[in-house]
């Protein structure tokens, strides 16, 4: 059996910054992936995309990352342009893939499988209350979240939420999806709202104000460390969620999880791209931020 699965679409991103414009590969499947590689973890990726980026995949795999590939029409396409605070994005989608189907998942068996939707279909109620008969589900609910009109990517409320978040274990969001997710601008309230709702773990991420995780009923307060450089911030929440769930699954506790996690996005904005460090990287951090 697996320790992780990340189910989600590898996309060809385009980050425009205050500083550089950059062409390269993203999406939660991307980073996660990066940043699970060099770990001691048994993992597989379950992505989606065109052939013609299909060079993707083959660079995971050169990193010893194990991939099963859904054939799609198209690859995801985001444009990510970010402001001087790179706490704040503005997403245009430009290209979609093809949805997730539960046939081809029939045979992974996960002790947790991560889900990364980028947009509100790409992965069903259904394919989720699938998944939770064979392991915990962790869940990005950014996709849910996005509504594209005119290729720009607005904010809106997910209609479903209520029926899938009861199979869902552990769910990943910003304050600003939170508040989408709930209504409620109180993030104690939004994630005892979500625990109402089913959830197990809340983890709730501030970009430079640190992140908050939630679990039956008590709080955990994680900081968030200055990196030594502010490069890049795209994928620091996927990072973070690498981070995080890894340590879940070896057993450590909330508190010492989120805090690698943080550790990890930290080390990750200093340089563009995804995480390309090792877990003792990430244990030295530690020893001198804290």
């Known amino acids: 059996m697996l320790d992780l699965c990340c189910i989600g679409h590898i996309t060809s991103d385009k980050v425009v910054t205050t500083k550089t414009t950059m062409h390269m590969a993203g999406g939660t499947a991307f980073y996660f992936s990066y940043a699970v590689s060099k770990l001691d973890v048994n993992y597989l990726l379950v992505t989606a995309l065109a ?8 660079d995971l795999r050169d990193k010893g990352v194990e991939v099963k590939v859904q054939p799609s029409a198209h690859t995801v396409y985001f444009e990510n342009i970010y402001a001087e605070d790179q706490d704040q994005r503005t997403q245009n989608v430009l290209e ?5 189907e539960i046939e081809p998942l029939q045979t992974v068996d996960a002790k947790i499988f ?34 594209v009109v005119n290729k720009k990517v607005h904010a809106v409320d997910w209609p479903g939420k209520k029926e899938a978040l009861q199979y869902v274990h552990t ?8 508040q989408a997710l709930t ?16 959830v197990k773990e809340v983890v709730i991420t501030n970009g430079s104000g640190g992140s908050v995780i939630y679990s039956e009923g ?41 805090e690698f996690a943080a ?11 995804p995480f390309t460090g090792t877990e003792e990287d990430v244990i030295q951090f530690l020893k001198t931020h804290q």
């Open 51 to 58: 052939p013609a980026e299909m060079q993707y995949v083959a």
């Open 96 to 100: 979609k893939a093809d949805p997730f």
């Open 114 to 147: 991560h889900l990364g939707p980028l947009l509100a279909d790409d992965i069903s109620t259904p394919l989720i209350k699938n998944l939770a008969t064979k392991g915990r589900v962790s869940l990005d609910v950014q996709g849910y979240l996005r509504k």
């Open 171 to 178: 769910v990943k969001a910003d304050v600003a999806e939170l």
């Open 183 to 198: 209504g409620l601008k109180d993030t104690a309230q939004g994630a005892k709202l979500l625990a109402d709702w089913g």
């Open 218 to 258: 008590k709080s955990y307060t994680i900081p968030a460390w200055r990196p030594r450089t502010v490069v890049d911030a795209t994928g620091c929440g996927d990072t973070y969620m690498a981070g995080y769930l890894y340590r879940r699954v070896k057993g450590d506790s909330i508190q010492h999880s989120g």
């Open 263 to 273: 550790a990890m996005a930290s080390l990750k904005m200093e340089r563009p791209g």
